[in-house]
């Protein structure tokens, strides 16, 4: 598949390999079916609760962090610099929630997000060293990573039951 669009490009597949998103530096995503032809059907774009038909607006960001839950019912995106994360649902294509103010992190940098197993709580993390973990169902930052013990965490991992995370960064 091949879109023209302007700025980058960034891109996730769904736990089941079938769907496909986009994301964009205009702020829109966008989600594909392969599950039939392979050669990825538009099934829409995501949209706000607001107008119908609206684009998917993440303000104008430079780079974007997307990623699934493990069942493929949500997905998020992480805009940088105004470090907003929105989550949706994939079966609705509406927006369930949004935030900025994670404690003053920013996410400005290569901004990284991946869904803890079987939970409605998201990593969020970046190469500037902005990392936490937010319940998007509660709306409470549940564990803040404290940056004078840590190192600038670009990514992290979890087990299947999201007991144990695994991060790497420099």
């Given at each position: 598949?091949?879109e023209?669009?302007n700025?980058?490009?960034?891109?996730?597949?769904?736990?089941?390999?079938l769907?496909?998103?986009?994301?964009?530096?205009?702020g829109?995503?966008k989600?594909?079916?392969?599950?039939?032809t392979?050669?990825?059907?538009?099934?829409?774009q995501l949209?706000?609760?607001l107008?119908?038909?609206?684009?998917?607006?993440?303000?104008?960001?430079?780079?974007?962090?997307l990623?699934?839950?493990?069942?493929?019912?949500?997905l998020?995106?992480?805009?940088?610099?105004?470090?907003?994360?929105?989550?949706w649902?994939?079966?609705?294509?509406?927006?369930?929630?949004?935030?900025?103010?994670?404690?003053?992190?920013r996410?400005?940098d290569?901004?990284?997000?991946?869904?803890l197993?079987?939970?409605?709580?998201?990593?969020?993390?970046?190469?500037?060293?902005?990392?936490?973990?937010?319940?998007?169902e509660?709306?409470?930052?549940t564990?803040?990573?404290?940056?004078t013990?840590?190192?600038?965490i670009?990514?992290?991992?979890f087990n299947?039951?999201?007991?144990?995370?695994?991060?790497?960064?420099?």
């Open positions: 598949f091949a023209p669009h700025g980058n490009a960034y891109v996730a597949f769904s736990p089941s390999g769907i496909l998103a986009t994301g964009y530096g205009s829109l995503v989600l594909w079916d392969y599950s039939s392979g050669e990825g059907a538009c099934l829409g949209q706000d609760s107008p119908e038909n609206a684009d998917l607006e993440i303000d104008d960001f430079a780079q974007c962090g990623g699934f839950s493990r069942d493929g019912e949500y998020a995106a992480l805009a940088s610099g105004t470090g907003r994360c929105d989550v649902d994939t079966g609705t294509l509406h927006r369930i929630v949004s935030r900025e103010d994670f404690q003053g992190t996410f400005s290569e901004p990284h997000i991946n869904f197993p079987g939970m409605n709580v998201l990593f969020l993390g970046d190469k500037a060293g902005g990392s936490l973990l937010w319940d998007f509660s709306g409470s930052i564990r803040p990573i404290d940056k013990t840590a190192c600038d670009l990514q992290a991992v299947s039951d999201g007991t144990l995370m695994a991060t790497a960064g420099l």
